[in-house]
């Protein structure tokens, strides 16, 4: 998702290597600024010196507890925290969120579910907002509910259809490359561009009134497709 690359990231933890690990995870979805840190400390350090957006903070520190930097941020900022941590004790989830962080994580986790909640809690403290329905000359595109409006009519998408419509849309009146549309729906880039042509040319016969001269989806040659929304 575009969006991720207008904010950073500070991950607070001891471990190295969860923090190497989650540092290319991230980097890799499409976070552009990415900090580590493995102290209060550190935190601070960056806190002052880089614009930081959303804080990933582990509570078990070695010079003292996450829930101390939580409380100090609270005391200046809406910050958005995301606790990480083995604790999953309620009595630490319920201090968690009686001092404001946005979400809490228990340990061990996946990272795509970390992933998806950085994504809600930037979505809700930053109010990125993508609108529910797109007009594509002729043609609505609903995201809601996942289907297009053409000429009075609703015409279903499939699931992958629909992915790479969403992602499209999301880069309106903007060049993506091959590449991107892959790794964004497949989380691959290799061995599916055939399938992905394939895919763009059934969305065609559902947008387009002559899928073989599309306006609204359209292939940018050597560099991959756009889709086209006129103001």
Request: glycine share 4%; no cysteine.
């Amino acid at each position: 998702m575009d969006f991720r690359k207008n904010f950073s990231i500070l991950i607070v933890d001891d471990e190295k290597s969860l923090l190497d690990n989650l540092y290319q995870f991230l980097k890799a979805k499409g976070f552009k600024k990415v900090y580590t840190a493995k102290n209060l400390e550190e935190s601070r350090f960056k806190l002052e010196n880089f614009k930081i957006d959303l804080i990933v903070l582990d509570l078990m520190l070695p010079d003292g507890s996450g829930f101390d930097l939580l409380k100090e941020v609270r005391q200046t900022s809406d910050l958005a925290v995301i606790i990480l941590s083995a604790l999953d004790g309620i009595d630490d989830r319920k201090e968690g969120f009686e001092n404001k962080a946005d979400d809490y994580l228990v340990k061990p986790f996946f990272p795509d579910e970390l992933l998806w909640r950085i994504d809600a809690v930037l979505r809700r403290s930053k109010k990125v907002r993508t609108q529910e329905k797109i007009s594509l000359g002729p043609v609505i595109f609903d995201k809601s509910r996942g289907v297009l409006e053409k000429k009075g009519q609703e015409i279903a998408l499939t699931a992958k259809q629909f992915k790479i419509l969403d992602y499209l849309s999301e880069n309106i009146n903007q060049i993506v490359s091959i590449d991107r549309i892959l790794d964004n729906v497949w989380e691959d880039s290799y061995g599916y561009e055939n399938t992905l042509i394939t895919h763009i040319y059934r969305l065609r016969e559902k947008l387009e009134d002559n899928p073989r001269d599309p306006k609204i989806l359209i292939t940018i040659k050597g560099l991959g497709y756009k889709l086209v929304k006129e103001d």
